[in-house]
């Protein structure tokens, strides 16, 4: 069940939130952050800098390079070790170099997940991260129930590459849900932290047709566990030319390429990604969340990390088959977009989705 943290929604605290500056210790967990990188040395310090200057002591940053052929190995090199330099607790290292792409290379990251790592998360190479973001989110998600899937995500602020202020990505309307999970993804990848719980999860299966890590992580995670919401933005979200998915100073895309890509590559996307978990949901992985030894699946120390089963939401599978099922015939795609289920955040992109559906472009 994906909810919104109500304080965070307003004034940008929660009861896991706080103000900015205040210093989280190591005990508490490590944090764990999966960063993609290609041809990024322009402004690849700078971000790292950002993570390992956050207020959390202990963080381990790990890199798998996507087959860069500029010098940004030697630039993640310089960091690589560098931990006695920043505070003993902070860590860089690289797992990797092979050119693999979206999403598929920050699947792969999952699988190098440290057994130490309480909580993930996922950075891009080109952002600026805000004091106090990790804490924060570690704040968050230390308000869900435990041994349940756990996401946290918030707003950004849009910037050039210069890194000043052009805009800000919009609250959800509507609030985070399995329902909007659908058919949209509801922050960027780069602001998401999850527990372990939700780190095994998605490491346990690797979906084909998904359009963005982000947005499968979101999907997995309201169908299963809980989702919060943060109105206040975590990092600076920088545009610039080199951009793998750049959005305009509102935080989206326009409106031609928003319609172009549902009739190009993003076409049926949110269909195939539905149906690959559910795929999942009836492979019998969530048959109690038991291994193939009939054990019990990865606990907090990620021990046996492939054999974590997926237990949905009961709602969430009525949800599901119901947005599969009525796309066979004209009649039960007109009767299932005037019941209002799956839904986008803004009324118009609403409208927009429901006339894509109609036509069987989603």
């Known amino acids: 069940m994906a ?13 896991g939130g706080n103000d900015r500056g205040d210093t989280v210790r190591g005990s508490e967990g490590q944090v764990e952050v999966l960063m993609a990188t290609h041809n990024g040395e322009k402004y690849l310090s700078s971000q790292i800098e950002s993570i390992l200057a956050q207020d959390y002591s202990n963080v381990l940053l790990t890199i798998f390079d996507d087959g860069s052929t500029d010098g940004t190995i030697r630039c993640i090199e310089q960091h690589v070790g560098g931990g006695a330099d920043v505070g003993g607790g902070r860590r860089v290292r690289l797992v990797g170099s092979e050119r693999i792409g979206l999403p598929e290379v920050f699947f792969h990251l ?17 952002d600026l991260w805000l004091p106090g973001k990790v804490s924060r989110a570690v704040r968050f998600l230390g308000t ?4 349940e899937p756990g996401m946290y995500c918030s707003r950004v602020f849009i910037a050039d590459e210069r890194l000043e202020v ?22 960027p990848g780069s602001t998401m932290l999850f527990n372990r ?7 346990s299966f690797t979906p084909r047709d998904s359009p963005m890590h ?23 979200y920088r545009q610039h030319s080199a951009n793998a998915r750049g959005v305009g100073d509102n935080g989206r895309w326009s409106w031609r390429k928003r319609i172009l890509w549902h009739f190009q590559e993003g076409a049926h996307s949110s269909t195939r990604q539905a149906a690959e978990l559910r795929e999942w949901l009836d492979s019998g992985a969530g048959a109690g969340g038991k291994g193939e030894d009939g054990a019990d699946g990865a606990g907090e120390d990620g021990a046996d990390i492939a054999h974590t089963g997926i237990v949905a939401h009961p709602g969430a599978i009525t949800e599901l088959s119901d947005f599969l099922n009525s796309q066979d015939r004209l009649v039960s795609r007109l009767h ?23 036509l069987g472009r989603i």
């Open 3 to 15: 909810v919104d943290s109500e304080a965070g929604g307003s004034s940008g605290r929660g009861e």
């Open 110 to 126: 999952l699988s190098f997940v440290d057994p130490q790592s309480r909580y993930i998360g996922y950075a891009d190479q080109d």
């Open 144 to 147: 869900l129930p435990e041994g």
């Open 166 to 187: 052009t805009g800000v990505t919009p609250i959800p309307e509507r609030g985070a849900s399995f329902a909007n999970a659908l058919v949209q993804g509801i922050a």
């Open 197 to 203: 719980k939700a780190a095994n999860l998605l490491a």
């Open 214 to 236: 982000d947005w499968w992580t979101y999907l997995v995670i309201s169908a299963t566990g809980n989702v919060l919401y943060d109105a206040l933005p975590s990092l600076l």
């Open 336 to 358: 299932y977009i005037s019941s209002g289920k799956a839904h986008r955040q803004r009324k118009v992109d609403d409208l927009v989705m429901r006339a894509l559906y109609l």
